[in-house]
Each structure stands twice: as structure tokens, then as C-alpha cells.
């Protein structure tokens, strides 16, 4: 079992900056496949982004693509999502995900959620207008 813990969060203007960190503990993310899903307040999770378990295969979702950069670190346990010029739109509580990696063939299970048995208790991002 994996232990996940996202900080990070916080208020932002839009147009703005937040790096989102994940750590882990229990296991090493060298087994794991990675991703990042958000919730916004009345809607559905999503996914937001992927990481291969060596971190060279990535996959956003297209409203996000070009503004945020996930990134692991798995000597350190860690999980990034660099989120750049930041809009309203973008606000929703940030949730890290895991899970073994035999289950991540291809772009697909990056994207559901049901690929990721272990999940962080999530960081609130919140965007102004």
C-alpha cells in the first residue's frame, strides 16, 4: 500500500503559478504509474495528467496541455504538476494517484480511475478571476 500526501495548493490570480508536490510513503514509486485528477465543486473527477513509471512517457488533458509540466522524482518519492498561467477554470481540489505498473498499457488506463488503487486526500487549488 501506498501512502500519498498532496500540498502545494492554494489561492492564485489568474494567469498565475502553483507547483503541486506529491509525496509517497509505504512503497517506492519506481513500481508505480502516476497521475494527477482534479475535482471541481458539482462535478465529476478528471483527469488532469500521466507519468510512466521512468517518467518518459507523459499525457495531459488538452485544456491543460502546454500550461502544465507532471514530473516524478523517484528517488525522492515524488510527484510534480507545474501548473502555469493558471485560469478560473482550473480551480478544483488536485488529487495524486497510483498504481502498479503493469496496469498502464498504454494512454487509456492513465486516464481512468479506476487503474489507481491508492489516492492522496487532495490540495485545493483555487483561481480568481
Known amino acids: 500500500q501506498v501512502q500519498l500526501v498532496e500540498s502545494g495548493g492554494g489561492l492564485v490570480q489568474t494567469g498565475g503559478s502553483l507547483r503541486l508536490s506529491c509525496v509517497a510513503s509505504?512503497?517506492?514509486?519506481?513500481?508505480?504509474?502516476m497521475g494527477w485528477f482534479r475535482q471541481a465543486r458539482d462535478k465529476a473527477r478528471e483527469f488532469v495528467a500521466g507519468?510512466?513509471?521512468?517518467?518518459?512517457?507523459?499525457y495531459y488533458r488538452d485544456s491543460v496541455r502546454g500550461r502544465f509540466t507532471i514530473s516524478r522524482d523517484n528517488a525522492k518519492n515524488t510527484l510534480s504538476l507545474q501548473m502555469n498561467s493558471l485560469k478560473p477554470e482550473d480551480t478544483a481540489t488536485y488529487y495524486c494517484?497510483?498504481?502498479?505498473?503493469?496496469?498502464?498499457?498504454?494512454?487509456?488506463?492513465?486516464?481512468?480511475?479506476?487503474?489507481?488503487?491508492?489516492w492522496g486526500r487532495g490540495t485545493q487549488v483555487t483561481v480568481s478571476s
Open positions: 494517484a497510483a498504481g502498479p505498473a503493469r496496469y498502464f498499457t498504454g494512454y487509456y488506463p492513465y486516464t481512468t480511475e479506476r487503474t489507481y488503487p491508492n
Open positions: 509505504g512503497r517506492t514509486l519506481s513500481n508505480y504509474g
Open positions: 507519468i510512466s513509471v521512468s517518467g518518459g512517457t507523459t
